[in-house]
């Protein structure tokens, strides 16, 4: 069964710190999505992709925060430089168009 | 704007006894409603889902869900609860009817299942 692919799964970082992390979608997968879950809350979106293109960002702290995905395939998500507040688990979504959203395991980042 | 509030963010349940996981929601438009499941290390999977067809609405694993518009109200239930079903739900609305797009998250609700 294919699944969306996310790297690493854990990541541990000092405050102004840059930090990556990478997705790979569901092959053939046109759309991507980036959201931040904080402990205690439900996942919010940050950035989504249609293609290559960013079809909404406007919940990404765009000072810090920075999303590509050149080819239309995988992307990545740069924080720079990460503050304590930006500790979440990081959750990559892909889909069909605006059909159903399939969830990668997440990557859980710690600031210090 | 749309919202979602699930009213319990802890429930506790005997293995083998029903659930109930309440949801309200908030919603300018005609909304699509979403139950999706957490388990420990894994993604978000999607139980169940309703686009404005039946308002009673059938799910994996044997939950189901019934759409009030009078009550705005989606509340997840299963007759019989199992171990595995401890998780974290998340009720979800998108403000498009028919389709996904973006989704709103509630805080969840944590399920605990005793034997």
């Known amino acids: 069964e294919a699944e969306v692919a996310q790297s690493p799964r854990y990541k541990i970082t000092e405050k102004s710190q840059a930090v990556a992390f990478w997705c790979d979608p569901i092959?053939?997968?046109?759309?991507l999505y980036w959201y931040r879950q904080i402990l205690g809350q439900g996942p919010e979106l940050l950035v989504q992709?249609?293609?290559?293109?960013?079809?909404?960002d406007s919940q990404l702290p765009k000072d810090r925060f920075s999303a590509e995905r050149l080819k239309g395939v995988d992307s990545t998500l740069k924080i720079q430089p990460a503050e304590l507040g930006d500790s979440a688990m990081y959750l990559c979504?892909?889909?069909?168009?605006?059909?159903?959203?399939?969830f990668g395991p997440g990557t859980r980042l710690t600031v210090l | 704007a749309q919202s979602v509030t699930q009213l319990d963010s802890h429930v506790s349940v005997s293995e083998g006894t029903p659930v109930l996981l309440r949801c309200n929601y908030s919603?300018?438009?005609?909304?699509?409603l979403f139950w999706y499941v957490q388990h420990p290390n894994k993604g978000l999977q999607l139980l169940l889902k309703y686009t404005s067809a039946a308002t009673l609405v059938k799910g994996i694993n044997g939950f189901e869900a019934e759409f009030k518009k009078s009550e705005t109200s989606f509340h997840l239930t299963k007759p019989s609860a199992h171990m595995s079903d401890a998780a974290e739900y998340f009720c979800?609305?998108?403000?498009?009817?028919?389709?996904?797009?973006?989704?709103?998250f509630g805080a969840g609700t944590r399920l605990a299942v005793h034997p």
């Open positions: 919603s300018s438009y005609s909304p699509s």
């Open positions: 992709f249609q293609d290559e293109s960013v079809v909404d």
């Open positions: 092959s053939g997968h046109a759309t």
């Open positions: 979800v609305v998108t403000p498009f009817s028919g389709g996904y797009n973006k989704l709103i």
């Open positions: 979504a892909s889909s069909l168009q605006s059909d159903e959203q399939f």
